[in-house]
């Protein structure tokens, strides 16, 4: 999404053609970056995912003197905002001034998006943007009182905040974070791993907003029946990656319905399932096969090797080759 910066104070800030080797200790795998500097400060821009659904931002701020940041963005944005380092002071349009503390998180809308950022000097602030389209909130609605307001002020082009109150995100909220940015997984295999994430996310920020535990979603006969068969789906093509929004359509259930029943039938995610079954598949092939790293890659659903050995080393904690060793000795 491309933004406006301006320094309260008239600094021209100027982005850089090469990101300066100070920045590279905050580097996450990211699809594209953008350094920026000017006399009072640097920051980082990393692209971590965009697609037609939602582009996520890590962001580093680093000042040397106080000041306030504007930003301001062209297109309507229902942004989650959580703060990682720092205590974040803000202005988001005219919603008033927003404090979030580390682990905190604010979900809110904007028609014309405007920020100001007001940054002490000689402190660091990093924060994740989850920027989202309008209809995403829809996957929710049926499950959550507290979104229905929120919705209709944002079909009414109304700026709105979720809540009044920062949300304090769980450990979990927060490894689910940390996934994300440290997710080395590429090609489709990223975008269904990272579609999963954010829904956990999502998920995690509603339920906190609510006051609520996650709950059970209620499923007739006909949808688990349509759930089995997607578990069949998967675990038949294990070549192949699909997201939840194709699956949803081929279930003729909402992502979110599809996402939460299929934990509760099969007691797994949809993206551990068939993780699960292509590790397995991976480890037969190693076991009992001459087959190469390329060709078990392939035939696992990994465009990319190095991804592949990523992530059966997370898998079983050592790589393809060490494993295919070990079961020759």
Not at 81 to 93: D, N, T, W
Not at 173 to 201: E, P
Not at 301 to 322: D, E, K, L, N, W
């Amino acid at each position: 999404m491309r933004c406006n910066l301006t320094s309260a104070d008239g600094y021209p800030i100027r982005f850089l053609k090469q990101i300066p080797t100070i920045l590279t200790s905050d580097h996450v795998p990211a699809v594209r970056r953008y350094a920026a500097r000017y006399k009072k400060g640097i920051m980082l821009f990393q692209c971590v995912e965009e697609d037609s659904d939602c582009s996520l931002w890590h962001n580093v701020f680093r000042l040397y003197d106080t000041d306030t940041i504007k930003s301001s963005c062209r297109y309507p944005t229902v942004a989650l905002r959580v703060s990682l380092s720092g205590l974040l002071r803000f202005k988001a349009g005219t919603l008033g001034d927003i404090e979030l503390a580390p682990r905190q998180a604010l979900l809110f809308y904007l028609p014309e998006p405007s920020n100001e950022l007001y940054l002490k000097g000689g402190k660091e602030y990093i924060f994740f943007d989850f920027l989202l389209p309008e209809k995403y909130i829809e996957h929710f609605l049926p499950y959550y009182s507290i979104l229905p307001a929120f919705a209709e002020k944002i079909a009414d082009r109304t700026e709105a905040s979720l809540t009044s109150f920062p949300i304090r995100l769980s450990a979990t909220g927060l490894h689910c974070i940390d996934m994300l940015l440290n997710c080395t997984y590429k090609g489709s295999l990223r975008s269904m791993y990272i579609d999963a994430r954010i829904m956990d996310i999502m998920t995690e920020v509603l339920s906190l907003a609510e006051g609520s535990s996650k709950r059970e979603v209620i499923l007739t006969d006909e949808e688990v029946n349509r759930i089995q068969e997607i578990r069949k789906l998967l675990g038949k093509n294990l070549h192949k990656h699909y997201r939840i929004k194709d699956l949803s359509r081929m279930a003729y259930i909402n992502e979110y319905k599809l996402k939460r029943g299929f934990q509760q039938v099969v007691g797994a995610s949809i993206f551990d399932y068939q993780l699960n079954h292509r590790m397995q598949e991976a480890r037969l092939n190693l076991s009992n096969t001459e087959m190469s790293l390329e060709e078990i890659a392939e035939a696992t659903g990994y465009q990319y090797v190095s991804s592949f050995i990523s992530a059966f080393r997370q898998h079983f904690g050592m790589t393809p080759t060490v494993f295919r060793k070990q079961r020759r000795r």
